[in-house]
Protein backbone atom coordinates (compact mmCIF):
# COMPACT_ATOMS: atom_id res chain seq x y z
CA UNK A 1 0.00 0.00 0.00
CA UNK A 2 0.92 3.79 -0.94
CA UNK A 3 -0.09 6.68 0.62
CA UNK A 4 0.12 10.01 -1.37
CA UNK A 5 -0.60 13.28 0.23
CA UNK A 6 -0.55 16.54 -1.61
CA UNK A 7 0.17 19.89 0.43
CA UNK A 8 0.26 23.56 -1.14
CA UNK A 9 -3.02 24.82 -2.69
CA UNK A 10 -4.80 27.97 -1.96
CA UNK A 11 -6.69 31.03 -3.40
CA UNK A 12 -4.00 33.33 -5.43
CA UNK A 13 -4.72 36.40 -7.76
CA UNK A 14 -4.53 35.98 -11.40
CA UNK A 15 -1.02 36.13 -12.54
CA UNK A 16 0.68 34.64 -9.09
CA UNK A 17 2.42 31.89 -8.00
CA UNK A 18 1.85 28.43 -6.27
CA UNK A 19 3.92 25.59 -5.16
CA UNK A 20 2.58 22.22 -4.43
CA UNK A 21 3.73 19.39 -2.94
CA UNK A 22 2.93 15.64 -2.74
CA UNK A 23 4.29 13.15 -1.11
CA UNK A 24 4.33 9.23 -1.20
CA UNK A 25 5.26 6.54 1.60
CA UNK A 26 4.82 2.92 2.43
CA UNK A 27 5.70 0.03 0.10
CA UNK A 28 7.50 2.63 -2.35
CA UNK A 29 9.13 0.95 -5.71
CA UNK A 30 12.13 2.88 -6.42
CA UNK A 31 11.19 2.89 -9.75
CA UNK A 32 8.19 4.95 -10.56
CA UNK A 33 6.43 7.38 -12.04
CA UNK A 34 4.46 10.40 -10.41
CA UNK A 35 2.79 13.19 -11.61
CA UNK A 36 0.06 15.52 -10.69
CA UNK A 37 -3.54 15.49 -12.57
CA UNK A 38 -6.62 18.24 -12.46
CA UNK A 39 -9.88 18.19 -12.41
CA UNK A 40 -12.64 21.80 -12.71
CA UNK A 41 -15.77 21.15 -11.92
CA UNK A 42 -17.72 19.53 -14.41
CA UNK A 43 -15.24 18.65 -16.35
CA UNK A 44 -12.92 15.43 -16.80
CA UNK A 45 -9.67 15.03 -14.90
CA UNK A 46 -6.51 15.71 -16.31
CA UNK A 47 -3.27 15.35 -16.90
CA UNK A 48 -1.21 18.74 -15.81
CA UNK A 49 2.59 17.32 -15.40
CA UNK A 50 4.44 13.54 -14.28
CA UNK A 51 8.03 13.07 -13.80
CA UNK A 52 9.37 9.81 -13.59
CA UNK A 53 12.28 8.35 -10.86
CA UNK A 54 14.80 9.00 -13.78
CA UNK A 55 13.61 12.53 -13.82
CA UNK A 56 11.76 12.62 -17.46
CA UNK A 57 8.95 15.11 -17.25
CA UNK A 58 6.30 15.78 -19.61
CA UNK A 59 3.80 18.53 -19.37
CA UNK A 60 0.46 19.64 -20.98
CA UNK A 61 0.00 21.69 -23.50
CA UNK A 62 -1.90 24.38 -21.20
CA UNK A 63 1.00 24.85 -18.91
CA UNK A 64 4.23 24.58 -21.00
CA UNK A 65 6.43 27.04 -19.86
CA UNK A 66 3.99 27.94 -16.98
CA UNK A 67 4.68 25.18 -14.54
CA UNK A 68 7.77 22.92 -13.41
CA UNK A 69 7.67 19.49 -12.21
CA UNK A 70 10.55 18.37 -10.00
CA UNK A 71 11.31 15.53 -7.38
CA UNK A 72 13.21 14.23 -4.94
CA UNK A 73 13.71 11.15 -4.92
CA UNK A 74 15.02 10.39 -1.50
CA UNK A 75 11.95 11.72 -0.26
CA UNK A 76 9.68 10.40 -2.15
CA UNK A 77 8.34 13.69 -3.19
CA UNK A 78 7.52 15.64 -5.98
CA UNK A 79 6.43 19.39 -6.63
CA UNK A 80 4.35 21.65 -8.99
CA UNK A 81 5.82 25.42 -9.05
CA UNK A 82 2.86 27.13 -11.12
CA UNK A 83 3.74 30.65 -12.08
CA UNK A 84 1.47 33.14 -14.43
CA UNK A 85 -1.61 31.48 -12.84
CA UNK A 86 -4.74 31.69 -15.11
CA UNK A 87 -8.35 31.56 -13.45
CA UNK A 88 -8.77 28.24 -15.69
CA UNK A 89 -5.91 26.84 -13.41
CA UNK A 90 -8.88 26.76 -10.95
CA UNK A 91 -8.90 23.32 -10.42
CA UNK A 92 -8.37 20.42 -7.51
CA UNK A 93 -5.03 19.23 -8.15
CA UNK A 94 -4.78 15.44 -7.61
CA UNK A 95 -1.04 13.82 -7.51
CA UNK A 96 -0.97 10.24 -8.70
CA UNK A 97 1.82 7.24 -7.88
CA UNK A 98 2.06 4.76 -9.99
CA UNK A 99 4.50 2.05 -10.67
CA UNK A 100 4.38 -1.92 -11.80
CA UNK A 101 0.91 -1.39 -12.59
CA UNK A 102 -0.19 -0.26 -9.10
CA UNK A 103 -1.84 3.25 -8.98
CA UNK A 104 -2.54 5.27 -6.02
CA UNK A 105 -4.31 8.82 -5.66
CA UNK A 106 -3.83 12.10 -2.78
CA UNK A 107 -7.10 13.49 -1.96
CA UNK A 108 -6.20 16.41 -3.41
CA UNK A 109 -5.66 20.23 -2.97
CA UNK A 110 -7.70 23.06 -4.19
CA UNK A 111 -6.17 25.64 -6.44
CA UNK A 112 -8.51 28.76 -6.78
CA UNK A 113 -6.99 31.30 -9.20
CA UNK A 114 -9.12 34.70 -8.73
CA UNK A 115 -9.19 37.45 -11.58
Known amino acids: QVQVVESGGGLVQAGGSLRLSCAAS????????MGWYRQAPGKQRELVAA???????NYADFVKGRFTISRDNAKNTIYLQMNSLKPEDTAVYYC?????????WGQGTQVTVSS
Open 96 to 104: KWDALGYQY
Open 26 to 33: GRIFSINT
Open 51 to 57: ISSGGSA
